[in-house]
């Protein structure tokens, strides 16, 4: 089964009877964004609303998350992966360029953090990562791969690596300086590099690139099992996604969110458009979709990490419920104005 028919599953839409490139008409462009996004936004609804009208415990999300995170995700990026031409991977000025714009993004707001809370660095470094870390993992593959097709399964596999893996070694490190019981560093680097190496999506990428690297073509039975397991990889990650704002409410919103929420949904992917458009060769696809990663809501990750160290959670949970709904917008404005030709 070609790449193609892996995306129909995945997203149970037909991504073949949709061009490339649209009309450059403002009607058609709307009514094509509309019906990519409408889908995709209600499943999160439909979670959403099934967490605020059963009342079931967060707790009860676990396996889901586990399913989604372990098993369906990983078999998606796979899936693409292996069929991608080998000389897609090896375009290090891409990577360079949207690795640094995320990085200054999170510079940025942590050092507004740093003025604004008096050196206060562990909750400089949450809300560095507030205005940085988009939701790249559960909302990226699908937005990306429905808009504009199989194609962008390869700047997004590599931008989650290399984006998660500054994270991964920036949220140690960034907690051990700011907290009282310093680390020592060897035990740093090892708890580092565990969970750069240990992530599930970087290793179903490295597993990816070297079957496209040696042309393995996996058997007939773990084809049909990866295809199913990549078509639950979207519907289950939106809906988790929407019981988790519906069982974890925005009940403290900080005062910094008046610049967080705009850095992350704005300056970020514009930032990006600008940066990523002046590489030379970079195809319309490789553009967009690292435009359309800048451009995502605050990942739950952020969450996960304040709630790890005890560092402004309530405030977290806040900026990722506030920037998952007004991305709601803001991610349909880029991909009207990507869609359009209008950038």
């Not at 990983?74 to 991608?84: E, H, N, Q, R, S």
């Not at 090892?190 to 990816?208: C, D, R, V």
């Not at 458009?277 to 690292?290: C, K, N, Q």
Request: proline fraction near 6%; aromatic fraction near 10%.
């Amino acid at each position: 089964m070609n790449t193609e028919n892996v995306m129909q599953s995945t997203l149970n839409s037909a991504y073949n009877s949709r061009p490339h490139r649209l009309p450059r008409t403002d009607t058609a462009a709307m009514f094509q964004v509309l019906g990519m996004v409408t889908p995709l936004f209600a499943l999160m609804l439909l979670g959403y609303l099934s967490g605020r009208l059963k009342a079931l415990p967060l707790d009860g999300l676990a396996w889901l998350n586990f399913f989604i995170l372990y098993i369906a995700l990983p078999a998606l990026f796979f899936k693409l992966l292996a069929t991608t031409p080998v000389e897609q991977f090896a375009n290090s000025q891409f990577l360079i360029a949207t690795t640094s714009v995320t990085f200054a993004m999170f510079v940025l707001c942590f050092s507004l953090a740093l003025l604004l809370r008096r050196g206060d660095i562990t909750v400089a470094t949450i809300q560095g990562f507030t205005g940085a870390y988009g939701n790249i993992g559960y909302m990226g593959p699908p937005l990306a791969l429905l808009a504009f097709g199989p194609e962008a399964a390869v700047p997004v596999a590599l931008i989650f690596c290399v984006d998660n893996a500054m994270h991964f070694t920036l949220a140690p490190s960034l907690m051990a300086l700011g907290s009282e019981g310093r680390q020592r560093p060897l035990a740093l680097l090892g708890a580092i590099a565990k969970q750069i190496f240990s992530h599930p999506f970087i290793l179903a990428t490295i597993a990816g690139i070297a079957a496209a690297v040696f042309r393995f073509k996996t058997p007939v039975a773990l084809d049909a099992l990866l295809d199913m397991l990549s078509g639950a990889a979207a519907p289950c990650a939106l809906f988790a996604m929407g019981v988790t704002a519906a069982l974890r409410p925005a009940n403290r919103f900080a005062p910094d969110l008046a610049y967080l929420v705009p850095i992350k949904l704005v300056l970020h992917p514009v930032l990006m458009y600008l940066v990523v458009r002046e590489i030379p060769g970079t195809s319309d696809v490789w553009l967009f979709s690292a435009v359309l990663l800048a451009s995502l809501p605050t990942a739950t990750n952020v969450f996960v990490i304040a709630q790890n160290y005890r560092v402004w959670e309530q405030r977290a949970s806040s900026a990722i419920a506030v920037s998952t709904a007004l991305s709601v917008v803001t991610v349909t404005v880029f991909l009207y104005l990507a869609r359009s030709g209008a950038i």
